[in-house]
């Protein structure tokens, strides 16, 4: 492992692995990457993947409008000649009363002034000529649009590593940054079990673990760890075109593109803000009562395998991205569900701060860690 870098990224998930990648593409001829355990191992390689366009606030409407574009080019990009499995079967975001429709509309509204002109919100009769398996008792209608979908987690980490191994990125896996300090000359010392590395440059996409690390240059980071689980199916034949998320139920599910069914429950209550990893019964049991609900004409299907892994929340589920009141030391964490899609974008912003000290985006400064001394948060109320 160097010795001395122009650049630390800690965290081998999709941000880490885009900031890396990123960097390198930029000019960086010395980039370090540190993860902990392996690449994917944790909140990308746990996740749904869901990638989409429908959120309700302008920043992350217009992250994930040039997000798309990238994720469309990225095995281009990358030199990636595998499957990515980026599919467009689109989203359906559920509402089961008036108040969640209206929602729903406003976010339509917004989608729509932003560009993203194919966002529509639809009855539940439209709904059900798109899944005719789903069951729409009681939905009032839903937020649709047919460019979203979903992705591997594994294969867009792969591709980024590879292509910035390829840049001259080195990749150290099993390599845990356990402390990190400010030394006289302005530059960071950090810390692994496999030894110490010089560098000037910090960048954390670590999750809820950079709390952890920001701490150790006296920060406090307003993010915490909350466990969410997923199962998934054996496989069927396919029959779900689209990704189908319901705020009423906290439920997100699709089908993969081998015919499983994935599904998961967000919101979980009483969870509390550890790093417990643990899948547990009890997730079980409330599940798949409400994928029978959602999915009576395949209630006798079985469940392969059952996950957990951790969301990194923050006070408005929104992300913490950029600069910090510590010189050359950077954030992108604090994802709150909805980080694996904004990865490819993300990166290259961050990489435009680093170098350039702005990036093309301006709105990106509203998810600053500043806006937590300020008051002025930003609620995502698209999150599931």
Same mark, same amino acid.
């Given at each position: ?107 339509? !509204? ?5 560009? +993203?002109?194919?966002? %529509?919100?639809?009855?539940?009769? /439209?709904? #059900? =000529? ?123 599910? !699709? ?5 499983? +069914?994935?599904?998961? %429950?967000?919101?979980?209550?009483? /969870?509390? #803000? =550890? ?110």
């Amino acid at each position: 492992m160097k010795s001395i870098a122009e650049a630390v990224v800690i965290g081998g998930g999709v941000h880490g692995c885009s900031v890396a990648y990123n960097l390198a593409k930029k000019g960086m001829k010395d980039v370090v990457l540190l993860e902990k355990d392996y690449l994917a191992s944790g909140a990308t390689g746990r996740c749904a993947a869901g990638i989409r366009r429908q959120f309700g606030t302008e920043i992350n409407c217009l992250l994930m409008k040039e997000g798309m574009e990238i994720l469309e080019n990225l095995n281009e990009e990358l030199g990636w000649e595998g499957d990515l499995e980026i599919t467009h079967g689109g989203y359906i975001w559920l509402a089961y009363n008036d108040s969640q429709a209206e929602q729903l509309i406003e976010n339509v !509204k917004l989608q729509n002034s932003l560009g +993203i002109t194919d966002s %529509v919100f639809l009855g539940p009769e /439209e709904i #059900k =000529e798109i899944a005719p398996l789903f069951n729409t008792d009681g939905v009032v209608g839903g937020s649709f649009n047919p460019k979203d979908g979903h992705a591997n987690p594994f294969h867009i980490v792969f591709a980024y590593a590879n292509a910035a191994k390829k840049l001259g990125v080195e990749v150290n896996t099993h390599t845990e940054a356990t402390d990190i300090k400010i030394m006289s000359s302005g530059r960071f010392k950090v810390t692994t079990n496999k030894g110490a590395i010089e560098t000037p440059i910090i960048v954390v996409c670590a999750g809820a673990y950079g709390k952890k690390l920001g701490a150790m240059v006296g920060l406090d980071i307003p993010v915490y760890p909350e466990r969410h689980q997923i199962f998934v199916t054996e496989p069927i034949e396919y029959f779900l075109p689209c990704m189908f998320l319901s705020s009423q139920h906290g439920t997100y599910f !699709k089908q993969n593109p081998n015919g499983t +069914i994935l599904m998961g %429950v967000g919101d979980p209550e009483n /969870e509390p #803000k =550890e790093f417990n990893i643990d899948a547990s019964w009890p997730f079980i049991e409330d599940a798949v009562k409400k994928f029978v609900f959602h999915m009576p004409a395949i209630k006798d299907v079985r469940i392969m395998r059952h996950w957990a892994g951790l969301y990194d929340m923050t006070p408005d589920s929104q992300a913490i991205i950029g600069t910090t009141p510590v010189e050359g030391f950077y954030l992108d964490l604090g994802w709150s569900g909805h980080g694996f899609q904004m990865g490819p974008v993300v990166g290259r912003l961050l990489t435009e701060i680093i170098t350039e000290g702005k990036c093309h985006l301006p709105q990106l400064e509203m998810l600053n860690l500043r806006r937590y001394e300020t008051g002025e948060l930003v609620f995502e109320p698209a999150c599931v």
